[in-house]
């Protein structure tokens, strides 16, 4: 993959071969991430937006072991509507996914421990659900896979760049991103608030969304979903909106 261009916030992805438009800054953090990760007012409280969060570096052999034991399906979430931070529009829609070179970006810009570990953790041709976060309505648009397994995240060598990190060395650097590719649409909409319905009921009944990481770690903007929530979620693009 060439080397990506834009730049997102959140932890979106930054697109191949394109001209610097002003769209998210490679890596830009989503609302729930701290300073260090550009952490942004969320909109809807409860759901972070994308790449950056802050997070000790204590919580990494847990979240690596966590990464390990859960599955090979994940969600990762971007902003799809305009925002600003330093100059730079950080929206990066799966629409936006969708219209690059070979329907591929980076996901860069990811700055807390946790998120990064999953990155790490993630092999190709796993599959994630592309949640759009910080938005009017969010929730889960689309899905993508893994097409370049984690390596050095360049934003945090850039000086102009909002995710610039001047602890991180490139002979030792502290960040990583991976490249995924556009899948498919989901054959509709999956709202949090749908989904929200459904943790609730399963946390009662047992159900396959009980302990889904959206709703026990609301601010990761990756997360590892297992094989049991992944065909859950599949199943509801089948069923009327509950």
Known sequence: MTQCSAFWLLGSPCRETMPRPRKRLPGAAGPDEGPAGKRTQTKNPGEASAKVE????????????????????????????????????????IEDLKAQPKQTACWDGVRNYQARNFLRAMKLEEEAFFYHSNCKEPGIAGLMKIVKEAYPDHTQFEKNNPHYDPSSKEDNPKWSMVDVQFVRMMKRFISLAELKTHHQAHKATGGP????VLFTRQRLSIQPVTQEEFDFILSLEEEEPS
Do not use: H, I
């Open 209 to 212: 969304l009980k302990n889904m």
């Open 54 to 93: 802050n997070s000790s570096p204590q919580k990494t052999s847990a979240s690596k072991n966590c990464a390990k034991n859960l599955s090979s399906y994940w969600l990762m979430k971007s902003e799809p509507e305009s925002r600003l931070a330093k100059g730079v529009d950080v929206k990066f829609s």
